[in-house]
C-alpha cells in the first residue's frame, strides 16, 4: 500500500514542544478561474524535526514529501478523528533568485583540452 503526499505551499504557522514540531502550510488551486485554499498541518519528528526547528519559518515557500496519518481524539462532541500529514523531507523554495557571482579574474591557460 503506498501513502505518499507532495505538497508547495506557504508555511503560515508554526508550533514546536519537545516531541514535536508541527507547520500549517497554505496552497492554492486554481479550477474554473476560482482559487480555492487548502490548509495542511505537517508534523515532524526525530531527525526532521530538529532540522525543521532552525529552517523552517513563517512566511517561507515551501516543498513537502510525506505522508497521511490520523489521530483518535476525544472532544466535546465525543470520539472524531485528526487527519495530519507526517513530514519525511521537505525542500525550502527561494522566493528570489540569488544574483549571478561575479567574474572571476583568474587568467585564462589556453592549453586546457576542454
Given at each position: 500500500?503506498?501513502?505518499?503526499?507532495?505538497?508547495?505551499?506557504?508555511?503560515?504557522?508554526?508550533?514546536?514542544?519537545?516531541k514535536a514540531f508541527t507547520f500549517l502550510v497554505k496552497s492554492?488551486?486554481?479550477?474554473?478561474?476560482n482559487t480555492y485554499e487548502t490548509f495542511t498541518r505537517f508534523?515532524?519528528?526525530?531527525?526532521?524535526?530538529?532540522?525543521?526547528?532552525?529552517?523552517?519559518?513563517?512566511?517561507?515557500?515551501?516543498?513537502?514529501?510525506?505522508?497521511?496519518?490520523?489521530?483518535?481524539?476525544?472532544?466535546?462532541?465525543?470520539?472524531?478523528?485528526?487527519?495530519?500529514?507526517v513530514a519525511e523531507k521537505y525542500i525550502i523554495l527561494a522566493?528570489?533568485?540569488?544574483?549571478?557571482?561575479?567574474?572571476?579574474?583568474?587568467?585564462?591557460?589556453?592549453?586546457?583540452?576542454?
Open positions: 500500500m503506498i501513502n505518499k503526499v507532495f505538497f508547495e505551499g506557504k508555511v503560515i504557522e508554526t508550533n514546536e514542544n519537545d492554492e488551486e486554481t479550477y474554473n478561474e508534523v515532524c519528528f526525530k531527525k526532521v524535526m530538529e532540522k525543521a526547528k532552525g529552517e523552517v519559518k513563517k512566511g517561507q515557500d515551501i516543498f513537502v514529501e510525506g505522508r497521511l496519518t490520523s489521530r483518535k481524539k476525544e472532544g466535546q462532541n465525543g470520539i472524531f478523528y485528526n487527519l495530519e500529514a522566493g528570489k533568485a540569488t544574483p549571478p557571482a561575479t567574474p572571476s579574474t583568474t587568467p585564462k591557460d589556453d592549453n586546457i583540452p576542454f
